[in-house]
């Protein structure tokens, strides 16, 4: 893992999504390697929203649009910690899956969208797919 890539990936996983009303950041997968998870940090970043519910009993944060930077940084927080998560923006039609064994899956139904994230990240081992819109 480069880690100082973190913040670059989730600034790019975040703006990719857009344009959006909405964003759900769903955490999936806790406590896989628990060495790796800031507990400690995760509450305070949701203290600021006044959310004091437990990650198991609120897996789940609701980002607006103007909250891209606030998106941002669950997001490096939840890849430092080895979380499984979804993100899922409305009204478009897109999903991303990030997993903690390393890879992501991003599903949209925007062609454009694939060409874009696969020449953002040249050389990579990322494989896009065009989902149609049903």
Known sequence: MNWSRLHWISGFL?????PFDECLLWVTQWGVWPSSENYHLFYRLRESYREHRSLPNAPGHLFL????????SFLELALLCGWDFYLLPA???AAVFVSHDEFVVI???AADAVQQVNESLPGSALVGEVTPNT
């Open 65 to 72: 649009k103007h909250e891209t930077a606030d998106l941002t």
């Open 14 to 18: 975040a703006s990719h999504l857009q």
């Open 91 to 93: 009204p478009t039609y």
């Open 107 to 109: 599903n949209t139904d």
